[in-house]
Structures are given as structure tokens and as C-alpha cells.
């Protein structure tokens, strides 16, 4: 019954319904109490020889209107009941889909999509039965089976009753432990299918690197072991499952074979007629029932509490990054200054960042190099606030970047990753994603400095062609611009390319950057690349290694300074030297 209190907050919001749909489901019960009461009583008069047409004709048209009635309740309280498990389910589906996007990425490092992805589907939906078809059950096994008890005791004989119920302890103390095996195997059985989910969604996702590689058997035979302990674990759960209709069968039977051989005694010995055993046992039928929905009520709340428990902890998980009470609710613009001492990421021991300071003036633009780790992109995650717990402050615009809220902080941000996510939508949707109010003619100016309107014009739906799921249709380079014009739609402050160029030619980055220029001159550019020519024309160049500064000044500079910059340059230059097949540009 925990389940049940723990929805409590649900059943008050939603009480009008609830109320109703349980009075209608209480008249029901009510109601199903008649036709055996008249069986007995027409039983008595043909027994007796007393039953007339016109006696008949009565108590059958006292049995039609109360068919009649109980036909028209059972689709309302249908309606109450079930229409608000659905309400149930819509509400914690949003909840959780709040949840994830209000989420900081960290979260989706410990979290796998499909798991996600089981909660808001498998999970919602026990949930759902136990707002629905628990709740029925819940009260259709406490009121038919109260009524009924009532009415067997009441109106025919109470000794009889008494006998008829000596089996019932047994059934009580058996679902009860069969209700707990079962929650528990069921939690077990869920875990398992985030696990099977999980791997469906990583091969679809990749299924061009396992085909790549070869790896169609290795992948399906991974599969099929995560498919079959799925199904290992729900027959676990369907093994107890299966006890509780054998259970209260048993019971049941019992339960007539007393009521029987007692009943025909005292029918013999005078105490009860035979139209009483008759409407006793008819009464006995309909107790089948409530006694097979209190089995499948314990089904339906342990499984229900099992979803309950992993959506409610998943729901509990705190956003690591929360804004101030008094956040200024304002686009910050102005100069950046970033003084870090240290950083360190969740989990791990050894510092990303130390001693990372610079000054970026508004309208300036930074470039960042280093190789592979050494810091750039954990510099972009704190500018943009997906992590704090450093040692040091980053000021933009005159205020600490924690001072602002993160919405209108991330606001001023266009961030171009260096994985490009595309949605399975027309290019338009994808370029207006940042700005659906945008007009055509702000979406085509966005894709001409991003060096794709000609690309588009030469697809078969030009800006309507739809590019697939990722973008799988597209190139890398595509993809890349197509990232830009969608960042610069939004009109940021601060536009930071995350190594963004790294799949377009040269003399296309050369055509991008000039443009970015020519748009943007009041505006703030990070840029980070392992291409030093993107960098050339900034007006600040950070070097990193090992997570700290190096070198740190313009691209002459660090020429001139013939050290790590110089060398990598120097490098770069070779390497196109010899991809021109020695002949010098």
C-alpha cells in the first residue's frame, strides 16, 4: 500500500475525479448484490409453486434495469479513474522531461540515454496501472467483497459465512510474501531493460562505425545476451506472478466445498432453504473476483512502487548548477576576464586547469590551442557554466558569470561543439532551431557568412531538404557550417567555435572567418583549433599544455618568441607543404 500513499499528492490534485469514479464503482457493488438475492427468491417460489408470469415478468425487469444502470456507470467511472492515470502519466513524462533538460552534462555522463529513456517509458507506465487499474482493483476488491460478505452474512446465514471464510488468512499471507518476491524481481527485470535499451539505442546510433569494423556478430551476439537476461528476469517476475491465480483458485475451491457440504446440512436440518444455498453460492461466485483482483493488486503496486522508487530517485537528483535567488535576469555583454587557479573535474584528481588568466576585450578575438587534453574545451564548459567548484572567478560584463542567470548567461552564448548535432528536419528548421521567430531572410544571411547558402541551393529541396537523423545526409563540413549559421541566428555576444572548422578546406575557413569579421565587429569570438591559420588574425592567442598557459600573445608574438607556438606552426606548415606535393603556395 506504500505506492498508494506515496501518489497521495496526485490523488488530492486530482479528488473530484477520484471521488466519483469510486462512488460509481461502490453503486456498482452495490448493484451486483441483485441478481443472486432474485435467483434465491425465484428459486423459493418454484420450489414453493408459487411463481407467476407476472412474478417473473417483475423480478426479470428488476434484473434488466440494474444491467442497464451498472452498463452506464461502468463507462464513467472508467472515464474518472483511468482518464487521470493518464493525466498521472503525462505529468511525470513532463516532469522527467523537465528534468532532463534542466540537467547539466555531467549528469549525462553518469547517465545512459537508454535508462533515461526506459524511465520515461516502461516506469511511467506501471505507474500509470497503479493510478488506473490499482486504484480499481484497490476498491473493487474491498467494496465487492465487503458487500458480498455483508450480504451472505446478513441476509442468508452468518455461521455459513464464517465457514466459508476460514481459508481466506491463507490467502492473505501467502500474497503478501508473494507481493514482496515480486517487487523486488521486477526492480531487477527493469534495471535489465534500461541495460537491453540502452544497447539498442548505442547500435543504432553507431551502426555505421560497426559496420566500419565488422562488428555485426560481436554486436548482435551482445545483444542477444542482454535480450536474454531481460527475459531471464521478467520470468522470474512471471513465476511469481503465476502463484497468485493458483493461490486464490485453491482458496476459492475451498471455500465452495465448505459452503456446500455445511449448506446442504443445514438445508437438510431446516435452517436455511434451498433458494438460500443457491443465492450463497451465487454470492460465492462473485467473490471470486474481488479475491482475484486483491492478487492482482499486489502485482500491480509492487510494480508500480518498483517504477515509482527509480523515477523518484532519478527526479531527486539535484541540478549541479543552481542560479542565485537574486540572479540578474539580464544578456551579459562587455569584456571577459578569466582568472582560474585550478580546476578539477567531478570524479577525477588531477587538475584540468591552473593559473588560466587572460583579459578579452568586447569585440576581440581569442584563440586557443594545445594539443588533445590539455585544457581548451574545460575552459569553454566553465565560460558557459556547465561546471563551478573552481578555485578563481570569471567576470563578463562586470559581474561574476554565477551572478547571472544561466538561461540569459547561455543566452549570450553561441556555442558551436565540436560534435554537431542535427536534428531529422528540414535544413531551415535546423538553421532557425535557435530562433524560430527568425525571418528567411535572417536565416539565408546566417548561412551565406557560414559559407553553406551555395551548398543548400544545390541540394534537391534547397532549404526544405530534410537531412536525415544527425544529419547522416550531410557531410562533416556541411554539418560544421550549418552549426555556425544556426549559432549566429541566435545573435549572440560571444560566438566560440569548439575546433568548428576542422572539416571545411582552407580556403573555406579563410571565407567564414572573413565574414564572422565582417559581421561581427562589436561582438566577442573564442575560437579553439588544432589549424593554427584560423588563429592568425586573432587579437589574443592562449597556448596551453597540461592544462596552464604557456605562451600568450598575438600571432606575431608568439612567433617571435620561437617557442611551442612557433614550433607547431612551423609544423603545420610543412605538413601542407607536403600535401602540395613539395611546391610551395
Request: aromatic residues 10%; charged residues 20%; glycine residues 8%.
Amino acid at each position: 500500500m506504500k505506492v498508494f500513499f506515496e501518489l497521495g499528492w496526485f490523488f488530492k490534485e486530482r479528488k473530484k475525479q477520484y471521488f466519483m469514479g469510486i462512488s460509481l464503482l461502490i453503486i456498482v457493488a452495490i448493484l451486483q448484490l441483485v441478481p443472486p438475492k432474485i435467483i434465491g427468491v425465484v428459486v423459493d417460489e418454484i420450489g414453493a409453486g408459487n411463481l407467476t408470469g407476472g412474478s417473473l415478468v417483475k423480478w426479470l425487469s428488476v434484473l434488466a434495469a440494474s444491467a442497464l444502470i451498472m452498463y452506464v456507470i461502468r463507462y464513467y467511472w472508467r472515464i474518472m479513474i483511468y482518464g487521470s492515470s493518464m493525466t498521472l502519466a503525462k505529468k511525470l513524462r513532463a516532469d522527467l522531461f523537465r528534468h532532463f533538460t534542466s540537467m547539466a552534462p555531467s549528469f549525462y555522463q553518469k547517465r545512459r540515454i537508454g535508462d533515461l529513456m526506459a524511465h520515461a517509458t516502461n516506469d511511467v507506465s506501471a505507474v500509470q496501472q497503479t493510478a488506473g487499474n490499482g486504484v480499481l482493483t484497490l476498491v473493487d476488491s474491498i467494496t465487492t467483497g465487503g458487500f458480498v460478505i455483508l450480504a451472505m452474512a446478513i441476509t442468508i446465514d452468518w455461521k455459513l459465512t464464517l465457514i466459508a471464510l476460514i481459508p481466506m488468512p491463507f490467502m492473505a499471507l501467502s500474497t503478501n510474501y508473494y507481493g514482496k518476491l515480486l517487487h523486488k524481481h521486477f526492480h531487477h527485470a527493469q534495471a535489465a531493460f534500461s541495460d537491453l535499451n540502452d544497447k539498442t539505442q548505442e547500435s543504432i546510433t553507431g551502426i555505421k562505425v560497426m559496420k566500419t569494423f565488422g562488428q555485426d556478430k560481436e554486436d548482435i551476439e551482445d545483444f542477444k545476451r542482454l535480450s536474454d537476461d531481460v527475459v531471464q528476469k521478467n520470468i522470474r517476475v512471471a513465476k511469481v506472478d503465476s502463484l497468485f491465480d493458483p493461490t486464490i483458485s485453491l482458496v476459492v475451491g475451498i471455500s465452495f466445498f465448505l459452503t456446500i457440504v455445511f449448506g446442504a446440512k443445514f438445508v437438510v436440518a431446516g435452517d436455511m432453504t434451498l433458494g438460500d444455498l443457491v443465492a450463497f453460492t451465487s454470492y460465492l461466485g462473485l467473490l471470486v473476483w474481488p479475491l482475484l483482483a486483491f492478487g492482482l493488486l499486489f502485482n500491480i503496486m509492487e510494480r508500480g512502487s518498483a517504477s515509482y522508487d527509480r523515477i523518484r530517485n532519478l527526479l531527486a537528483e539535484k541540478m549541479d548548477i543552481q542560479d542565485k535567488e537574486d540572479a540578474l535576469a539580464i544578456r551579459p555583454q562587455g569584456n571577459l576576464a578569466f582568472n582560474i587557479q585550478s580546476f578539477t573535474f567531478p570524479g577525477e584528481e588531477t587538475p584540468s586547469l591552473k593559473n588560466i588568466q587572460f583579459i578579452l576585450k568586447r569585440g576581440e578575438t581569442l584563440g586557443v590551442v594545445g594539443k588533445t587534453g590539455a585544457g581548451k574545451t574545460a575552459i569553454l564548459k566553465l565560460l558557459m557554466r556547465e561546471f563551478d567548484g573552481y578555485d578563481g572567478n570569471i567576470i563578463y560584463g562586470g559581474h561574476a558569470i554565477g551572478d547571472y542567470e544561466t538561461l540569459k548567461l547561455r543566452e549570450a552564448i553561441g556555442y558551436v561543439p565540436q560534435e554537431h548535432f542535427l536534428f531529422s528536419a528540414s535544413i531551415y528548421q535546423n538553421i532557425a532551431f535557435t530562433n524560430p521567430e527568425a525571418t528567411e531572410e535572417e536565416v539565408i544571411n546566417a548561412a551565406q557568412i557560414a559559407q553553406i547558402h551555395d551548398d543548400i541551393l544545390h541540394f534537391t529541396k534547397g532549404y526544405n531538404t530534410i537531412v536525415g537523423e544527425r544529419g547522416v545526409s550531410l557531410s562533416g563540413g556541411q554539418k560544421q557550417r550549418i552549426s555556425i549559421a544556426r549559432a549566429l541566428l541566435m545573435k549572440p555576444e560571444m560566438l566560440i567555435l569548439d575546433d568548428s572548422l576542422s572539416a571545411v578546406d582552407a580556403k573555406t575557413e579563410e571565407a567564414i572567418l572573413a565574414a564572422l569579421k565582417g559581421a561581427r565587429t562589436d561582438a566577442t569570438t573564442i575560437i579553439t583549433s588544432h589549424r593554427l591559420s584560423a588563429l592568425i588574425h586573432a587579437h589574443l592567442i592562449i597556448v596551453l599544455h597540461e592544462g596552464t598557459i604557456v605562451e600568450k600573445g598575438t600571432h606575431d608574438v608568439l612567433m617571435a618568441l620561437r617557442g611551442r607556438y612557433f614550433e607547431m606552426y612551423q609544423l603545420q606548415q610543412l605538413e601542407q607543404l607536403v600535401e602540395r606535393g613539395g611546391e610551395p603556395s
